[in-house]
């Protein structure tokens, strides 16, 4: 650290040195150098949300969080994890706007702003989360993601899996897509789309066992027993 005190990394090798030695402040004080040098710096974020609740001083996240903001209001990652650091969802939703501000492709930020408007059941602000990121060249899968999953946290479980398919048809790599269709038709008792996407998933990880279980479930589902016995001894 001293040879290259404005590293983050080296502040953080040395925060985490020091509470291997139990040397809790010291850890937690080059932690918040490591954040003020480098406010995205995520593996320094966790490990103080870690370490400062382990020793009962939780509050230490967000007044760190704050300070970085303070010090670095033009950095998309200060207002971005300040945000995360927050209860008070219109304290979050300002921060976030912040973070958007200083950087209008901030995938995650927008992805938390959906999220907390869910949350609070403020659908139609969190779907227009989504067409206001529209550049003219399409909207990332990041963001598209949450539209059928909002129509389903609303109830409205026929026009999400309508849509989810859609989405996945444009889509088929995406694992997690697959994952959360299989979930949905296996709650609502659709098995043969249960069974579709299952197959979809071990088909995109055959090394997941996690895939071979929902398989084997939802060839369970289809009363296919011979099958989801081979699927479950995977």
């Avoid at 020091?18 to 490591?34: I, M, V």
């Avoid at 060249?137 to 909002?150: E, N, S």
């Avoid at 129509?151 to 088929?172: S, T």
Wanted: hydrophobic fraction near 40%; aromatic fraction near 10%; proline fraction near 5%.
């Amino acid at each position: 650290v001293v040879a290259s005190p404005s590293s983050s990394r080296m502040h953080v090798y040395l925060a985490d040195a020091l509470w291997t030695h139990e040397r809790p402040d010291e850890a937690l004080s080059s932690l918040q150098t490591a954040l003020q040098l480098s406010p995205g710096y995520d593996w320094a974020w966790r490990c103080l949300r870690t370490w400062s609740k382990h020793l009962g001083r939780g509050e230490l996240l967000e007044q760190t969080a704050r300070e970085v903001a303070r010090q670095k209001p033009g950095v998309a990652h200060s207002w971005y994890y300040l945000a995360m650091t927050l209860w008070d969802p219109g304290e979050k939703l300002e921060a976030l706007d912040k973070a958007i501000e200083c950087n209008p492709d901030y995938i995650a930020a927008y992805e938390e702003k959906i999220e907390t408007l869910v949350q609070h059941e403020r659908f139609n602000d969190a779907r227009q989360v989504i067409t206001d990121y529209d550049r003219g060249y399409g909207i990332p899968l990041g963001l598209r993601r949450y539209a059928p999953w909002m129509d389903y946290r609303r109830g409205e479980i026929d026009k999400a899996i309508i849509d989810l398919k859609a989405l996945l048809e444009e889509e088929p790599g995406y694992y997690n897509g697959w994952d959360m269709l299989a979930a949905w038709c296996e709650n609502n008792e659709r098995p043969g789309d249960f069974l579709i996407a299952s197959r979809q998933l071990v088909k995109l990880q055959p090394d997941n066992g996690d895939a071979w279980v929902r398989l084997g479930d939802a060839l369970l589902m289809n009363d296919e027993r011979e099958e989801a016995k081979k699927a479950l001894q995977q």
